[in-house]
Nanobody, 125 residues
Framework: QVQLVESGGGLVQAGGSLRLSCAASGRTFSSYTMGWFRQAPGKEREFVTGISLSGARTLYADSVKGRFAISRDNAKNTVYLQMNSLKPEDTAVYYC??????????????????WGQGTQVTVSS
């Protein structure tokens, strides 16, 4: 069982940056692939990025590639999402999630069993 709590969301102007954090409870954090998803009003929840157990592998949605960076600190049971060059279309509730699928970084949200409560990111134009 993993409990996840996101923080760091807020209001930022286009072109600005935010850093999201997701703190996990439990001693098995390093056993999970971690991902970030987002959901804008009226839209499906979509994959943003994911990171492997050790942090050696990452995967990004095309829409955020080159602007967002995921990282993790297994000693602190925390995964981060650094978001740069933010655009209004990045506005959404951002969720971190944990997956027991460890041989790949899944884009499918059904592969993620544990979810945080979400944090709102609003980018003004």
């Amino acid at each position: 069982q993993v409990q996840l709590v996101e923080s760091g969301g807020g209001l930022v102007q286009a072109g600005g940056s935010l850093r999201l954090s997701c703190a996990a409870s439990g001693r098995t954090f390093s056993s999970y692939t971690m991902g970030w998803f987002r959901q804008a009003p009226g839209k499906e929840r979509e994959f943003v990025t994911g990171i492997s157990l050790s942090g050696a592998r990452t995967l990004y949605a095309d829409s955020v590639k080159g602007r967002f960076a995921i990282s993790r600190d297994n000693a602190k049971n925390t995964v981060y999402l650094q978001m740069n060059s933010l655009k209004p279309e990045d506005t959404a509730v951002y969720y971190c999630a944990a997956s027991a699928t460890i041989n790949l970084i899944a884009r499918n949200r059904d592969r993620y069993a544990y979810w945080g409560q979400g944090t709102q990111v609003t980018v003004s134009s």
